[in-house]
């Protein structure tokens, strides 16, 4: 069992290029994945499905490809927030999520966006809630419906039968620069479906077991990130899509190491709201 400190430094390749450790499925593991969560401060462990290994991973900014949360399956939008007090739960329910919505809105066009919960993490010692060193979706094909007509209800959820659903995380750094444990983010294009491993999550003193989607290592799939980014963007990360063709519909995301990393450098801190939006 291995857990998320198992990851090396990485190493810059070119400009705007790094080679880093990602925690991925072996592509000859044969186990299904596992994940599992301590409640506390220790890092999450990981059964023998997966294992860090070499992934190049291209700055966005640097790229003359414009992504999009149609496309690709993210998309980073300039986003000043009036919110400041991110420790408040309720004032972050009560001010921030309205600024997702209408940051939701103007991006794809939906019309009605639900939130359902938020997740601060903090990369500080003492934190129960660090960067998620594994790569993974959030929902798989069955997980992103009954997860919607859970949060949203039964009844509400039935009216909005026959529209298309997609799921969205919101994610902003809550620190004016990320200088360490960064996200990374494969181009949905470049995933093939027979890649996307369904994945058991063990949560301690509880009988519940999550499912999410992990990633089986494949040559083809294609890694950005966005450098240095700021306390006034956010990225869109899709996490499903009603519609099946055409479109990305899962998009596998990770925390990952910065070449050469500064240990004086101050834990990443950020803030992810998830929603379910609908057409």
């Not at 090396?8 to 080679?19: A, H, L, R």
């Not at 980014?229 to 910065?258: C, Q, W």
Request: hydrophobic share 35%; net charge neutral.
């Amino acid at each position: 069992m291995t857990t998320a400190s198992s990851t090396k430094t990485s190493t810059m390749k070119t400009s705007g290029q790094i080679e880093s450790e990602l925690n991925y499925i072996k592509p000859e593991s044969t186990l299904a994945p596992e994940v599992f969560y301590s409640g506390g401060a220790a890092p999450q462990k990981y059964n023998d499905a997966y294992a860090f290994m070499p992934a190049t991973i291209d700055d966005a900014r640097s790229s003359q490809e414009t992504f999009s949360v149609h496309k690709q399956g993210f998309q980073l939008v300039t986003a000043p927030t009036k919110h400041k007090d991110f420790i408040d739960e309720k004032a972050i329910e009560a001010s921030y999520y309205d600024e997702v919505i209408a940051i939701i809105k103007e991006a794809t066009g939906v019309k009605d966006v639900f939130v359902f919960d938020h997740t601060v993490r903090r990369g500080s010692a003492d934190s129960s809630r660090k960067p998620a060193h594994h790569v993974h979706n959030d929902y798989t094909e069955q997980t992103a419906q009954s997860r919607a007509q859970e949060r949203i209800g039964v009844e509400q959820f039935a009216k909005l039968k026959g529209r298309r659903m997609i799921q969205i995380n919101v994610w902003r750094p809550l620190v004016d620069i990320v200088k360490r444990s960064p996200l990374a983010f494969c181009n949905a294009a470049s995933v093939n479906q027979k890649d996307l491993l369904l994945s058991k999550i063990h949560f301690p003193d509880t009988d519940h077991v999550g499912e999410i989607y992990a990633l089986r290592k494949a040559a083809e799939q294609k890694w950005v990130y966005f450098s240095e980014m700021n306390h006034a963007e956010v990225v869109l990360i899709k996490g499903f899509d009603s519609v099946k063709d055409g479109v990305a519909r899962f998009t596998p995301h990770t925390a990952f190491e910065y070449p050469d990393q500064d240990p004086n450098v101050g834990a990443r801190a950020s803030i992810e709201v998830r929603t379910f939006a609908f057409y």
